[in-house]
């Protein structure tokens, strides 16, 4: 069998990178595979085609015919995410009995069946496709929603595994961050520093709690492109006397700086807000927390359902509740131990052979 896999990226830094990254790299030796990607991973001892996002309508057709020729020779063209990934995979097997498998991820595997040219070609391609496989059944509620008679089922993510780290080098991390050995919760938030992911709103529910425990910490990992919702973050946190306490974090670009960041926290929190056709598909930080026993507080109507064994690994909320943030975050705080089991328990339930051995019952 020969396999070519679609995908934004490799790099661990991107999502979806390390998404494909976990699944490409645990695919049976026995199996051909090739990857096509915007971003490559040179490391990775895989063949990889390089393309390009296009610009225009042109450079697209073009990408597409450039994607046919490179999957000549495949069996099966597994796409990860629908816009612009999927119709190029669709390009792959038009006129040919060649498998397409469509992993349905979040925001633009559903925002692009709202416009008119995009939603079209996404529809046919996901109506072409043997499998449209979601990694929440958030997401796969929002595609049926749209594309009704696909052939859509719910496969989760697996769980990361973050390097072990020295005592050393986590408290080379606490010392920079300034944090002392007292700060108790210390609240983390891994991902794009956006309305979506929802910081703010997180900062406003620490606020909140500040009473029941006064020697939180908030940890902001992330980019720092959006500059403006950032000095919103800045703004509230002056505004609220927190400035000691909120910590922007631009530099973790390791899996080694993210195990340590975890290590130094006690609960993560992905409190993202459904931004027009925008949502969270998954929350993959929420398991790689869990995997140091981080309790995490997430929200309701996104695939963040899927990530959270409410009442067990952590608490679900409703989107903007600040007066729930904080009231998860007081219970958390209060029963430690108990929270800090169930997310090892239910970082046990998920893993990356699980879900690859999925796929491969998909491919035949």
């Known amino acids: 069998m020969t396999i070519t896999y679609i995908s934004a990226s490799l790099s661990l830094a991107h999502g979806t990178g390390r998404f494909t990254r976990e699944i490409v790299t645990r695919i ?8 096509i990607t915007e971003q490559p991973e040179p490391s990775l001892q895989i063949k990889q085609h390089v393309i390009r996002r296009a610009k225009s309508w042109w450079a697209f057709l073009s990408t597409c015919a450039r994607v046919r020729k490179l999957t000549q020779a495949s069996d099966v063209i597994h796409v990860f995410d629908g816009w612009p990934f999927a119709v190029y995979g669709l390009s792959a097997v038009l006129g040919t009995k060649k498998k397409l498998i469509i992993s349905g991820i979040g925001t633009y595997s559903v925002a692009p069946l709202k416009q008119r040219l995009k939603g079209s070609l996404l529809r046919y391609a996901y109506g072409r496709a043997d499998a449209i496989p979601c990694i929440s059944a958030f997401t796969a509620m ?9 052939p859509i089922s719910v496969i989760k993510m697996g769980s990361t595994s973050l390097p072990l780290v020295s005592e050393s080098q986590v408290a080379a991390w606490r010392v920079a961050l ?25 900062l406003h529910g620490i606020k909140y709690a500040l009473q029941k425990i006064p020697n939180a910490q908030y940890l902001i990992v992330g980019s720092d492109r959006d500059a403006a919702y950032i000095q919103k973050i800045r703004s509230s946190a002056e505004r609220f006397g927190m ?24 609960i993560v929190a992905l409190n993202s807000n459904n931004v027009a056709s925008h949502f969270e598909g998954f929350g993959l930080t929420i398991l790689e927390g869990a995997g140091f026993g981080l309790p995490s507080i997430g929200s309701r109507d996104c695939g963040i359902e899927d990530a959270i064994l ?27 131990e108990n929270f800090q ?7 046990s339930a998920f893993s990356w052979e699980k879900t690859v051995a999925a796929y491969l019952t998909l491919y035949g």
Request: proline share 4%; charged share 20%; with cysteine.
């Open 341 to 347: 089991s169930g997310a090892h328990m239910w970082y």
């Open 310 to 336: 409410d009442g067990t690994s952590g608490i679900m909320t409703t989107q903007h509740s600040h007066t729930e943030i904080g009231e998860a975050l007081k219970r958390i705080a209060s029963s430690y």
């Open 28 to 35: 049976p030796k026995e199996v051909s595979i090739s990857v």
């Open 178 to 202: 300034g944090i002392p050995e007292s700060a108790y919760p210390v609240v983390i938030t891994v991902g794009e520093i956006k309305e979506r992911k929802g910081q703010l709103d997180t």
């Open 142 to 150: 929002q595609i049926r929603h749209e594309c009704p008679r696909a």
């Open 243 to 266: 400035t000691k306490q909120v910590h922007f974090i631009h530099t973790a670009r390791t899996d080694a700086d993210l195990a340590c960041l975890y290590s130094l926290s006690h």
